[in-house]
């Protein structure tokens, strides 16, 4: 006897048997049992969801002679006749190869003759997004107005493709894709019954690569079979057949790419392509790890939202603590980008080592976002902690505002020492407070800096003798709070209110709310504050 797919031989033969959609179950068991049956009915959702299992489970109550609280009993002639095939009454049509107008017309003929057996003609069309314009409309009239002993079911992938005139003849039943958990707990079920032994993380994974898909779960947990035909199936087995990579993969290269280590990127890529990884799979799966690190960094309730075991879950909290937000959410983009272009590439292995490439080595990414310039002043900061360069202090930009009496140029006043500036007041920091956004525009619109400013929080320092400038990013704390940045400021201020006003920068956790703990400057004076993009005086 020739072998069935695990698909083919455990599809559900009753509304019991169906997992997953509870609720278009349970309303179609309601309309059987108070012979509420409606005339057309279109099935929508993503492959493998049911909406062929339903179609033919639902003909079968229609028609059974003996159902069972809305289920079809299994047993009278009707209801085997159906499950074979044989069914004169059940009429299966796949419109991606039955498209056209001709089609159509001969269902509008059949349609005139009543069932031999039964009370319903059913006719299920699959794929019917499929269908051509003029098929559509020779079934308006006949699905508008059909004899009242038969039904239309349609079921389709694409429902965008429909005509909006079909549409509202028909009940629409949204089918959702099917949880992990529930795809993982009908697998144990059927491997139970299969008397397979296969371990429980195996199950997990293949649930999550069906992507919300039973069919398709089903498929792949066939084929790992398949390749350790009477062996145990473990976690390791199904990541060789699916060309999968484990997560402590993905740990090793978030580590890489946080130490710039480029060559060791791609010998680590090249290990997955020796041992025959898919490298599309790989991709999907990084974006998934570096997703639920953000995650676990931004959401305090992570694990009712991160479908792992605790263990697994705390070596994820460790290893979010090595990167901040901005560097996780451009790495996601880089790659999420790359899942796309992947897809039908023919150079699936150089678009990932550019892609490494870019994580490794922001500055060669030509791009402004504010988060690309975070990560590359990151690397600046490891650069320089590490040793690896000296800034010159000659080419800091503003450097002459140090020392006022000096210009760019190095004429004989730079030999004059200069009248030191009064040291602001109390209530000289008004004036600051009002040129707030003037203040801030001076300093290069277009920079990293002044875009740090404006999400700072600005605020009195603790003595009232200057101002303190509140950040929660590491990476900005890092680069505002540097001798020649602090001076930057201040050198700002002191050309706009002629005053010298100390700056010091502190940092915070993400978590504390800036607005309940210190008091914007800005907050200090009762008018409304604009922005000067013509850096003119507001007072």
Same mark, same amino acid.
């Given at each position: 006897?020739?072998?069935?797919?695990?698909?083919?031989?455990?599809?559900?033969?009753?509304?019991?048997?169906?997992?997953?959609?509870?609720?278009?179950?349970?309303?179609?068991?309601?309309?059987?049992?108070?012979?509420?049956?409606?005339?057309?009915?279109?099935?929508?959702?993503?492959?493998?969801?049911?909406?062929?299992?339903?179609?033919?489970?639902?003909?079968?109550?229609?028609?059974?002679?003996?159902?069972?609280?809305?289920?079809?009993?299994?047993?009278?002639?009707?209801?085997?006749?159906?499950?074979?095939?044989?069914?004169?009454?059940?009429?299966?049509?796949?419109?991606?190869?039955?498209?056209?107008?001709?089609?159509?017309?001969?269902?509008?003929?059949?349609?005139?003759?009543?069932?031999?057996?039964?009370?319903?003609?059913?006719?299920?069309?699959?794929?019917?997004?499929?269908?051509?314009?003029?098929?559509?409309?020779?079934?308006?009239?006949?699905?508008?107005?059909?004899?009242?002993?038969?039904?239309?079911?349609?079921?389709?992938?694409?429902?965008?493709?429909?005509?909006?005139?079909?549409?509202?003849?028909?009940?629409?039943?949204?089918?959702?894709?099917?949880?992990?958990?529930?795809?993982?707990?009908?697998?144990?079920?059927?491997?139970?019954?299969?008397?397979?032994?296969?371990?429980?993380?195996?199950?997990?994974?293949?649930?999550?690569?069906?992507?919300?898909?039973?069919?398709?779960?089903?498929?792949?947990?066939?084929?790992?079979?398949?390749?350790?035909?009477?062996?145990?199936?473990?976690?390791?087995?199904?990541?060789?057949?699916?060309?999968?990579?484990?997560?402590?993969?993905?740990?090793?290269?978030?580590?890489?790419?946080?130490? !710039?280590?480029?060559? =060791?990127? +791609?010998?680590?890529?090249?290990?997955?392509?020796?041992?025959?990884? &898919?490298? *599309?799979? /790989? %991709?999907?799966?990084?974006?998934?790890?570096?997703?639920?690190?953000?995650?676990?960094?931004?959401?305090?309730?992570?694990?009712?939202?991160?479908?792992?075991?605790?263990?697994?879950?705390?070596?994820?909290?460790?290893?979010?603590?090595?990167?901040?937000?901005?560097?996780?959410?451009?790495?996601?983009?880089?790659?999420?980008?790359?899942?796309?272009?992947?897809?039908?590439?023919?150079?699936?292995?150089?678009?990932?080592?550019?892609?490494?490439?870019?994580?490794?080595?922001?500055?060669?990414?030509? !791009?402004?976002?504010? =988060?690309? +310039?975070?990560?590359?002043?990151?690397?600046?900061?490891?650069?320089? &902690?590490? *040793?690896? /360069? %000296?800034?010159?202090?000659?080419?800091?930009?503003?450097?002459?505002?140090?020392?006022?009496?000096?210009?760019?140029?190095?004429?004989?006043?730079?030999?004059?020492?200069?009248?030191?500036?009064?040291?602001?007041?109390?209530?000289?920091?008004?004036?600051?407070?009002?040129?707030?956004?003037?203040?801030?525009?001076?300093?290069?619109?277009?920079?990293?800096?002044?875009?740090?400013?404006?999400?700072?929080?600005?605020?009195?320092?603790?003595?009232?003798?200057?101002?303190?400038?509140?950040?929660?990013?590491?990476?900005?704390?890092?680069? +505002?709070?540097?001798?020649?940045?602090?001076?930057?400021?201040?050198?700002?201020?002191?050309?706009?209110?002629?005053?010298?006003?100390?700056?010091?920068?502190?940092?915070?956790?993400?978590?504390?709310?800036?607005?309940?703990?210190?008091?914007?400057?800005?907050?200090?004076?009762?008018?409304?504050?604009?922005?000067?993009?013509?850096?003119?005086?507001?007072?």
């Amino acid at each position: 006897m020739s072998y069935t797919a695990l698909y083919r031989k455990w599809r559900p033969t009753d509304f019991a048997d169906v997992k997953g959609q509870d609720a278009i179950v349970t309303t179609l068991k309601n309309q059987i049992k108070s012979e509420r049956i409606g005339h057309a009915y279109l099935f929508c959702g993503t492959r493998g969801t049911g909406k062929t299992t339903i179609a033919k489970i639902f003909a079968k109550a229609v028609n059974c002679e003996h159902p069972v609280d809305g289920n079809p009993c299994g047993e009278c002639p009707v209801c085997k006749s159906i499950a074979a095939g044989s069914s004169m009454n059940v009429i299966e049509i796949d419109a991606a190869s039955n498209n056209g107008v001709d089609d159509i017309r001969k269902i509008r003929e059949e349609v005139q003759y009543s069932p031999t057996e039964g009370k319903y003609k059913v006719y299920i069309i699959d794929e019917v997004h499929m269908l051509s314009i003029g098929a559509f409309n020779a079934l308006l009239k006949t699905l508008e107005e059909p004899p009242s002993y038969v039904i239309f079911i349609l079921a389709t992938t694409e429902t965008h493709k429909i005509p909006i005139t079909i549409l509202s003849r028909c009940q629409r039943y949204d089918f959702k894709r099917i949880s992990i958990e529930t795809i993982k707990a009908r697998l144990e079920e059927l491997m139970k019954a299969e008397n397979i032994n296969v371990e429980e993380k195996a199950l997990r994974y293949v649930a999550k690569a069906a992507d919300g898909s039973l069919r398709d779960a089903l498929s792949l947990l066939d084929q790992c079979l398949a390749f350790y035909l009477g062996q145990d199936l473990k976690y390791d087995n199904v990541l060789e057949v699916l060309g999968a990579v484990d997560t402590e993969v993905f740990s090793r290269l978030l580590r890489m790419v946080l130490n !710039s280590d480029t060559t =060791g990127c +791609i010998r680590l890529l090249e290990e997955l392509i020796m041992q025959g990884r &898919d490298l *599309g799979q /790989f %991709v999907m799966d990084f974006v998934w790890y570096l997703r639920n690190l953000l995650l676990v960094k931004t959401s305090e309730d992570a694990q009712e939202v991160i479908d792992m075991s605790s263990d697994n879950l705390a070596l994820l909290k460790e290893e979010s603590t090595l990167v901040d937000d901005n560097t996780l959410m451009r790495y996601i983009r880089i790659f999420s980008e790359l899942s796309n272009e992947i897809r039908y590439s023919v150079q699936k292995r150089i678009l990932v080592e550019i892609a490494l490439i870019k994580l490794t080595k922001p500055a060669m990414e030509q !791009s402004r976002e504010i =988060g690309d +310039i975070l990560s590359r002043i990151t690397m600046l900061e490891e650069r320089l &902690d590490n *040793g690896n /360069f %000296v800034v010159n202090s000659g080419s800091i930009p503003n450097a002459a505002v140090q020392n006022p009496g000096s210009d760019a140029a190095g004429d004989m006043s730079a030999d004059v020492p200069a009248k030191p500036l009064e040291q602001a007041l109390p209530e000289d920091l008004e004036q600051v407070a009002l040129q707030w956004n003037s203040i801030v525009a001076d300093i290069d619109a277009s920079g990293a800096l002044s875009e740090m400013l404006r999400k700072a929080k600005v605020t009195l320092a603790s003595d009232n003798a200057g101002i303190e400038i509140m950040i929660s990013s590491p990476s900005a704390y890092s680069f +505002i709070n540097r001798p020649e940045q602090i001076a930057q400021i201040e050198g700002a201020i002191e050309k706009r209110t002629g005053k010298h006003v100390n700056i010091k920068v502190g940092k915070i956790k993400e978590e504390q709310d800036l607005r309940n703990m210190f008091t914007d400057i800005r907050d200090m004076v009762k008018m409304e504050i604009e922005i000067d993009d013509n850096k003119e005086d507001l007072i």
